[in-house]
C-alpha cells in the first residue's frame, strides 16, 4: 500500500469561521475591493467595508425572517454576486447554506429540502419559486432575488438589535456545520454532505499556502463562472476572498469570453470541458479560414504540445524555441487575448484533463494546474502548482492532507478538507471510511514524489466475459478529445468485447456537414450509419485504442441520434455521466452490437 502525505503550513483555531473574514477585511483594509459587480457593459466595485454592511443588512433580515443559529437555508441560483453575499449572510446568522443547483428538477428540490429541513429558500427567478410549490412544512418562506430579496430583507432586519449579530457571529465555532453540499448523484438520490467551518478553512488556507495561492493578492482578478453550488467553484471564490483579491461572478457560458475580455482575470477555474471547447473553437476558427490557417494552427499546436514536453526534459531546443516564437505570434497570442490578455494559468478540476490539452496550453502561455476532490473533500484535496507540476496526473495532496493507495487500487484520503459524514445517514457514512481514511471509489496510482493519477472508478470498471478489467473513463477521456464528439460511454460488462455509445457535438456537426457535402438540413439521426461520418469517429476511437491493449479495445460504437443531456436524466448538473442511466436508456442499442451477424 502505497501512501503519500503534506504537513500543513497553516493553523485553525477552535473559534474560527469563514464568516469572520468579512469583518477582518473590512475593519483592516475598508477600501480594499473585493468584488466587482457587472453593469452594462462594465463592472463595479465593491469595497470590503461595502460587503461588510450588505452581509450584516441580509444577516439581520434572516434573523428577523426567523432563521435561528444551527439552522439550514437553501440558496438556489446561478452565479452571481447575490450568490455569494447570501452564503456570507446565512453563516453570519449562524445558519448553514444548502446550495441547490438551479438546473434542479422539481423532485430534486423536493428532497433537498426535505432531507436538509431547510427554513428559507433563496431563489433567484419566478420559475425557481416556482419549484417549492410542493416544499415540506419546515420550509417557512421562498424568497426571490429578482424580486428584492436583498433590499426587503436588509429593510425587515433594521430593527435587531446589533447584539444579537454580534452573539450570533461570536457562537460560531469551526467545527459547526457551515453547509449540506448535496452530491451531483450519478447514482440513487443525492446525499448531503456535512461541511463545516474548519472543512472549509483547511480547504481555503491549503490553496492559499501552495505555490498556487502566492497570486491570490489585493489587486489580482478572478473570474467566477461555474456554479456556486458545486463545490469546486465555491472553494476557490472562498480562497479568493480570504486573500483580498478580487472577484467577478458571471453564468452565461455562451457570453464567457466576452467578459474574459472585458475583465481580464488572472487567474480562470473551469473544467476540462471548458478548455476543450476553447482549443476546438480556435481550431474551427482556423479550419473555416481556409488551408493556409487551418496548417498555421496545426503547426501551432504540435509546436505547443512539443515545447511543453521539453519543459519537463532539461528545456526546448533553440531550434523549438525559434518556431514557439513564431506560433506566439501567429496564434498563441491571439488565444490569450481571447481569454482577456493577462490570464497567468487556470485551474482545472471536476473531471480528468487529457495530457494533450495540458500541454497545449502550458505551451501557449496559460498552464493549467489540474487537481482532484469530491464534494465530501471540500473540492481540492491533491493539485499540481506552479514549480510542482507533472501533466497528466492530479498533482500532491495539499497541506494537512494524506492519500494512500488500497491494495484494490481504491484511493483513501485524509485530512483537514475531509467531511464529517453524510446528513442522517449513517450506513452510508460508515461505508466511507476505513478507520480515519476516506474511500472515493476511484481508483489510481502514486509515483515516488506523491503525485497521484486517476486511472478510473471502481464502480465503472467493466470485467469482460473473458476476465479482462477495463477502465472506461480514460478511454472516453482520449474520445472526447476529439472535437466531433460531444459524449462517449464505453460499455462491456460482461461481455466478449468492448464497445461505445458516441454522440455527435451539435455545432461541429453543422460544419462538417458543410465541408463533406452533406445536406445542410440532415439530422445525426439521418447521418448515423453515414459512411464519412462514422470514418470521422473512427478516427477518436483509433486513438483511445491505441492507448490500451487489444482486449481492452473498442470493437464497435454506435452514433446515437442525440447528444446526452442534463434535463434528460442522463448527466448530472457538473456535467458527469449517469453511466447507469444511459446503459439502460439505450440497452437496445448497445445489445445490438452484440447480436451475431
Request: charged letters at 25%; aromatic letters at 8%; hydrophobic letters at 40%.
Amino acid at each position: 500500500m502505497s501512501e503519500y502525505s503534506a504537513k500543513a503550513q497553516f493553523t485553525i483555531s477552535d473559534n474560527e469561521s469563514v464568516v469572520h473574514t468579512v469583518f477582518t477585511h473590512a475593519e483592516r483594509t475598508p477600501d480594499l475591493t473585493v468584488f466587482s459587480r457587472p453593469k452594462g457593459e462594465g463592472w463595479v466595485d465593491v469595497t470590503a467595508k461595502e460587503f461588510a454592511e450588505q452581509v450584516t443588512g441580509v444577516a439581520n433580515g434572516l434573523i428577523a425572517a426567523g432563521v435561528q443559529a444551527g439552522d439550514r437555508v437553501a440558496l438556489l441560483s446561478a452565479t452571481r454576486y447575490e450568490w455569494t453575499l447570501f452564503d456570507f449572510a446565512i453563516w453570519a446568522a449562524g445558519a448553514a447554506t444548502v446550495p441547490i443547483y438551479d438546473s434542479s428538477s422539481q423532485g430534486q428540490v423536493s428532497w433537498i429540502l426535505e432531507d436538509s429541513e431547510a427554513v428559507i429558500a433563496i431563489v433567484e427567478t419566478g420559475a425557481h419559486e416556482q419549484l417549492f410549490q410542493d416544499a415540506p412544512s419546515s420550509l417557512k418562506a421562498v424568497m426571490q432575488i429578482d424580486d428584492g430579496a436583498v433590499e426587503k430583507l436588509t429593510a425587515q432586519g433594521a430593527d435587531v438589535d446589533d447584539t444579537e449579530l454580534k452573539k450570533r457571529l461570536a457562537g460560531i465555532k469551526a467545527d459547526d456545520l457551515a453547509s449540506l453540499v448535496y452530491t451531483s448523484g450519478t447514482t440513487g438520490r443525492p446525499k448531503g454532505c456535512i461541511l463545516t467551518h474548519r472543512n472549509f478553512l483547511s480547504e481555503v488556507r491549503g490553496i492559499l499556502t501552495a505555490s498556487i495561492g502566492k497570486v491570490a493578492v489585493p489587486g489580482n482578478r478572478v473570474l467566477t463562472f461555474l456554479p456556486l453550488a458545486h463545490v469546486l467553484a465555491r472553494a476557490v471564490s472562498l480562497a479568493t476572498f480570504e486573500a483580498g483579491a478580487s472577484q467577478a461572478h458571471w453564468s452565461d457560458f455562451a457570453t464567457i469570453t466576452t467578459q474574459f475580455e472585458r475583465y481580464k482575470p488572472n487567474t480562470i477555474l473551469g473544467v476540462p470541458r471548458v478548455f476543450e471547447k476553447v482549443r476546438d473553437g480556435a481550431a474551427r476558427k482556423a479550419e473555416s479560414g481556409g488551408k493556409i490557417p487551418s496548417a498555421i494552427f496545426a503547426f501551432a499546436e504540435a509546436t505547443a504540445k512539443e515545447y511543453s514536453q521539453a519543459l519537463d526534459k532539461g528545456g526546448p531546443s533553440l531550434i523549438l524555441k525559434a518556431k514557439h516564437a513564431v506560433a506566439d505570434k501567429l496564434v498563441y497570442s491571439k488565444l490569450r487575448e481571447a481569454l482577456g490578455g493577462e490570464c497567468w494559468f487556470a485551474i482545472s478540476g471536476g473531471g480528468a484533463l487529457t495530457p494533450e490539452l495540458g500541454h497545449f496550453f502550458r505551451g501557449l502561455g496559460v498552464p493549467i494546474y489540474e487537481g482532484y476532490g469530491l464534494t465530501e473533500t471540500t473540492a481540492a484535496h491533491c493539485v499540481n502548482v506552479p514549480g510542482a507540476q507533472k501533466i497528466g496526473t492530479v498533482g500532491q495532496p495539499m497541506g494537512g492532507n494524506g492519500v494512500r493507495i488500497a491494495e484494490d487500487g481504491e484511493i483513501e484520503l485524509n485530512g483537514g478538507v475531509v467531511f464529517k459524514g453524510y446528513w442522517k445517514n449513517d450506513k452510508a457514512t460508515e461505508e466511507s471510511f476505513v478507520n480515519d481514511w476516506m474511500r472515493t471509489g476511484d481508483l489510481g496510482e502514486l509515483d515516488s514524489d506523491g503525485y497521484l493519477s486517476i486511472t478510473g472508478r471502481k464502480k465503472d470498471l467493466l470485467v469482460t466475459a473473458g476476465g479482462k478489467n477495463v477502465s472506461p473513463g480514460p478511454m472516453e477521456d482520449r474520445i472526447r478529445s476529439h472535437s466531433i464528439v460531444s459524449q462517449a460511454v464505453v460499455v462491456g460488462d460482461g461481455k466478449t468485447y468492448i464497445t461505445a455509445l458516441l454522440t455527435v457535438d451539435p455545432e461541429v456537426f453543422e460544419k462538417w456537414k458543410s465541408e463533406n457535402g452533406k445536406p445542410s438540413g440532415a439530422t445525426v439521426a439521418e447521418l448515423r450509419d453515414d459512411k464519412d461520418l462514422r470514418a470521422e469517429l473512427q478516427k477518436a476511437v483509433d486513438d483511445a485504442n491505441a492507448a490500451v491493449s487489444h482486449a481492452e479495445s473498442i470493437k464497435k460504437f454506435v452514433i446515437l441520434d442525440r447528444d446526452l443531456t442534463e434535463e434528460d436524466g442522463e448527466m448530472t448538473a457538473t456535467l458527469k455521466i449517469k453511466r447507469n442511466v444511459v446503459v439502460d436508456r439505450f440497452s437496445k442499442e448497445i445489445e445490438g452490437m452484440y447480436a451475431k451477424s
